[in-house]
């Protein structure tokens, strides 16, 4: 197999095999991800958590429990979408993940993003938005989607508070909610709304000159 023919569960096999950090040692399962092999959204969280680490799915735990009810809040099936994780390893006690576990994670789910082609990507959480916005801060960024332009293919990046944020705080959780009514305009009106009509603007930011907002 040639390594641009390789399968989402050949990724999740050499996931299930990777020691190319300290992750792997004291987990129970690996989480690769999972969902629709073309979805047109993919979700992309932080790590796996207690439970995620017991299954081996990614958000089945209380915030996969509120991500469900979201995607039920917009009529969209979890088998429509593929949910993945930064890192595909649980970090020990929930800790944030560090830099060298995320770089030694990014060849998974750079590949899965690779395979899937997916429209949009939903960040959830900082270490997912700051992959593909780096320098932002989620607080001011969330709900406003762009494109990005990954492996020559421009996709919408629409990022959005981590669910667990949300069952923190009433605050965060109805931002949350309405950011995520946003998702199916996109999904419905790719196609038949140009992206240049008066419904999205240009917007130079420090970060990437051209890149586009869409409001
Ligand atoms: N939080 C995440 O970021 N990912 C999961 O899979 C579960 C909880």
Redesign the pocket.
């Known amino acids: 197999m040639g390594e641009m023919e390789i399968s989402l569960a050949e990724i999740a096999q050499r996931v299930a095999n990777c020691q190319k950090c300290p992750l792997y040692k004291n987990t129970t399962k690996p989480?690769p991800g999972e969902g629709n092999p073309k979805a047109e959204v993919m979700f992309i969280?932080?790590?796996?958590?207690f439970n995620?680490d017991q299954q081996g799915r990614?958000?089945v735990?209380r915030?996969?429990k509120l991500l469900d009810e979201l995607l039920s809040s917009i009529k969209v099936a979890r088998s429509d979408v593929f949910i993945a994780?930064v890192v595909k390893h649980r970090p020990p006690e929930n800790r944030e993940p560090l830099p060298t576990e995320i770089e030694a994670c990014r060849e998974y789910l750079d590949r899965q993003i690779e395979i899937i082609q997916p429209k949009i990507i939903v960040t959830?959480?900082r270490f997912s938005l700051e992959k593909f916005i780096p320098g932002v801060k989620i607080s001011q960024v969330h709900g406003l989607a762009r494109f990005v332009e990954i492996n020559g293919r421009k996709i919408i990046i629409l990022p959005m508070f981590?669910p667990?944020a949300a069952l923190r705080g009433a605050g965060v959780m109805n931002m949350l909610r309405q950011d995520f009514l946003k998702i199916p305009q996109f999904l419905d009106n790719q196609e038949k709304v140009p992206l240049e009509n008066s419904a999205t603007k240009e917007e130079n930011t420090k970060d990437n000159g051209s890149q586009l907002t869409l409001i």
């Open positions: 989480v969280g932080e790590a796996p958590g995620e990614p958000f735990g915030a996969g994780n959830l959480g981590h667990a």
